[in-house]
């Protein structure tokens, strides 16, 4: 091995070619540990964009198609599914209308002849460098129908609304529903409280009217048999659904006692099926037309996290329905997904006749890692959800799911609605016991979120935010600080953010890293580094923090920055990403680049911190962010240390690598990348926290990996 001296005059000749690629680990095409491949939260394996499976990362909407199939709208998929089909009968993914289109949107409709999909795409006649929100129109059979005046790249857009940023969904809000009849396209427009209509062929406008009464936003459209139009319409957050005809008349029937109608459909039997996404309720309502005002007929399933068992996942327990569906064989399609920076929370179920699950589809884990429980370790957490898997198990495509099911999600929106994780992102987190109590934590965050556990349900318990940005405007709402490093520690263990429970760390903007370890000290990682050990845990094991007593170790001479870390008080060992002074007064690192050097130091328990080894990381940097390579995150697990790559797919490079060294010496022992088992392939591994692992009894360790192309969370199953 080097000494530290000689790796500091390896940085030297190595910033003379501006880019690092240490020895041998590095070699494409070498050979990958004998590890299996497994994942979870994706229904479907993921592939390549052309020939694999997945299920999108969003779910919008849904469309029963002529011919049976199911078509569903996604305002993103990373993967370029941004809407896309799936077989009625079985779920199985089945194409696109658009190839490679990865915006979608949130509504849809059909007239027999075309297919209209609300989204956002470049308006090709406008000087706007900016996205538009609008419709797009295609063949029933998949491909562009464009018309002469038709915009966007194949000139079948039409835009009616200019977006501020082309991946921000800011200024102009999305359209939010769609109907076609009698040759018209009718278009629910909440930017200006209209319903605008145009020719289904020419796209030409033709009206537009208001609601009544005016000050009303419209939300879904659902066309009747006669061609009248049952519109939802909300005031002040409250819903209703009202009849209009095709003129924009009020036919003085409405339904009234609904709170939020996010989806319509009609049965078999004509019955009007509205879904009310309220958080009390969250389920599925039959209206009987047939008098003069429309009754209440029956319903079906309820939120997930109503009591008794909140959290607990059941086909019949839903997180905001987003849209519905009726089958000619009577099968009921029901999607769900919650918006916000949650990632992936997608769901497609179809029921039978008796309202018995028949399949479902899910892509619950986008930007996400799972983490398992050190003392369960069939038992994983991701960010919102708990698992339970059989890594002896290959997993397979379809439902149901091999080797790994859904079991809760971990947030209870209605109870908790101040939970970080609704209003930022968490990406990726960490799992670990403590005098019996079970905590969660979001590494690297900021705010970085802690909570402990109550049944299934993470209650938050504390947060560590380093700066202010554009979100602090409104979340959370009664924050008194402002332009500062703050903390939140919850004194009353009540899950809420009252305005005395919020505590200034320290001036101005700061970056950095924060990590938990495992008896509840909070570090902050950095340029310097900062260290909250709890006051006090109380009985139901809250930690309680005092910024005021924030201690600040020294960080060792030679170091720039430490990056992404972990500590074992157990063992007094610390390892960390690093990047060393040589390299930062020698190298043009860019803004990505965490690390350089990866190290174990003993001795952080006296603060006497002392290397015990040092090796160098791969990273490239060519002025191109998709091609360059850098560490992304790492874990500790049993006798080994496990770096996650950001690795570019050029050059031969295999996806989803995860490099493997000794933690008693640093040296290298393989490494691991995405098996034939999902294709060979996934995404980005550009998370803050990408990767947990787990030693098992029988010395089995568990790699958890991000795959943000496919919606999911890979496992390495390895045993050395």
Not at 609 to 634: F, K, Q
């Amino acid at each position: 091995m080097f000494g530290r001296y000689r790796w500091e005059m390896l940085w030297l000749l190595m910033a003379c070619v501006g880019w690092l690629i240490p020895g041998l680990p590095l070699s494409a095409g070498e050979a990958p540990l004998q590890q299996a491949t497994r994942w979870l939260g994706n229904t479907y394996h993921g592939g390549n964009r052309d020939t694999g499976l997945w299920m999108q990362q969003k779910l919008e909407d849904i469309l029963l198609m002529p011919d049976g199939r199911i078509l569903t709208n996604s305002e993103w998929d990373e993967a370029s599914h941004g809407f896309a089909w799936y077989d009625g009968k079985t779920g199985k993914p089945a194409g696109t209308p658009a190839k490679y289109a990865a915006c979608g949107g949130r509504a849809l409709a059909c007239d027999g002849k075309y297919i209209f999909v609300a989204r956002f795409d470049k308006n090709t006649k406008s000087e706007s460098k900016y996205a538009w929100h609008g419709v797009s129109r295609y063949k029933l059979e998949g491909g562009p129908a464009p018309w002469p005046e038709g915009n966007g790249g194949d000139g079948s857009f039409l835009p009616l609304h200019e977006k501020i940023e082309w991946w921000k969904p800011n200024g102009a809000w999305p359209l939010n529903g769609l109907a076609a009849v009698a040759g018209e396209l009718f278009v629910a427009d909440p930017n200006g409280r209209r319903v605008r209509i145009f020719d289904a062929e020419t796209m030409a406008a033709k009206r537009e009217f208001a609601l009544e009464p005016e000050t009303d936003t419209p939300g879904r459209i659902l066309a009747a048999p006669d061609g009248n139009l049952w519109i939802a319409q909300f005031a002040d957050g409250t819903g209703r659904v009202r009849l209009y005809d095709a003129q924009g008349k009020f036919l003085d029937r409405e339904i009234n006692d609904i709170e939020h109608p996010a989806a319509m459909a009609w049965d078999r039997d004509g019955k009007l099926i509205i879904a009310d996404a309220s958080r009390t309720r969250d389920h599925l309502r039959w209206y009987d037309l047939a008098g003069d005002q429309p009754k209440l007929a029956g319903t079906f399933g309820g939120s997930v996290f109503a009591e008794p068992n909140p959290g607990v996942v059941a086909p019949d327990r839903f997180w905001n329905i987003t849209g519905v569906a009726v089958g000619t064989d009577g099968g009921l399609f029901v999607s769900t997904y919650q918006p916000g920076p949650l990632g992936g929370t997608a769901i497609l179920r179809k029921f039978d006749t008796e309202r018995k699950l028949v399949w479902q589809n899910e892509a619950i884990e986008f930007f996400s890692n799972g983490c398992a429980d050190p003392a369960s370790p069939n038992t994983v957490y991701t960010l919102t959800s708990r698992f339970e898997i059989d890594p002896g198990t290959p997993t397979q495509d379809g439902w149901p799911h091999a080797g790994w099911k859904h079991a809760a999600w971990t947030l209870n929106p209605a109870k908790y609605p101040d939970d970080v994780r609704l209003s930022c992102a968490q990406r990726g987190v960490i799992t670990f016991n403590n005098n019996g109590h079970r905590y969660l934590m979001a590494p690297g965050s900021s705010p970085a979120g802690l909570w402990r556990f109550d049944g299934e349900i993470a209650v938050p318990v504390a947060l560590f935010a380093l700066m202010q940005r554009g979100w602090i405007d409104h979340w959370p709402a009664n924050l008194p600080l402002k332009e500062c490093a703050w903390l939140w520690s919850d004194g009353n263990g009540d899950g809420q953010m009252q305005p005395d429970e919020y505590q200034k760390i320290q001036d101005g903007e700061h970056g950095g890293y924060w990590y938990i370890d495992d008896e509840l000290t909070v570090w902050r990682t950095g340029g310097w580094m900062w260290r909250f050990k709890p006051e006090s845990i109380d009985e139901r094991g809250i930690p309680h923090y005092n910024a005021a007593k924030k201690e600040e170790p020294k960080v060792p001479a030679d170091v720039h920055s430490f990056g992404a870390m972990r500590y074992l008080p157990a063992q007094d060992v610390f390892v960390a990403f690093t990047i060393p002074k040589t390299a930062a007064q020698t190298m043009k690192l860019p803004w990505y680049c965490n690390a350089t050097e990866l190290r174990r130091y003993s001795g952080w328990k006296d603060d006497k911190p002392e290397l015990v080894w040092s090796v160098p990381l791969p990273w490239r940097d060519t002025g191109n962010r998709g091609n360059d390579w850098r560490p992304a995150g790492l874990d500790v697990a049993g006798e080994y240390v496990f770096v996650a790559m950001d690795w570019s797919s050029d050059r031969g490079r295999e996806h989803g690598q995860v490099l493997v060294y000794r933690l008693a010496d640093g040296s290298y022992v393989g490494r691991m990348f995405a098996g034939p088992e999902v294709g060979g392939s996934s995404g980005c591994i550009d998370i803050s926290n990408p990767i947990g692992a787990v030693r098992r009894a029988d010395g089995t360790y568990l790699v958890f990996v991000e795959d943000d192309e496919y919606g999911k969370v890979l496992c390495y199953v390895w045993k050395p």
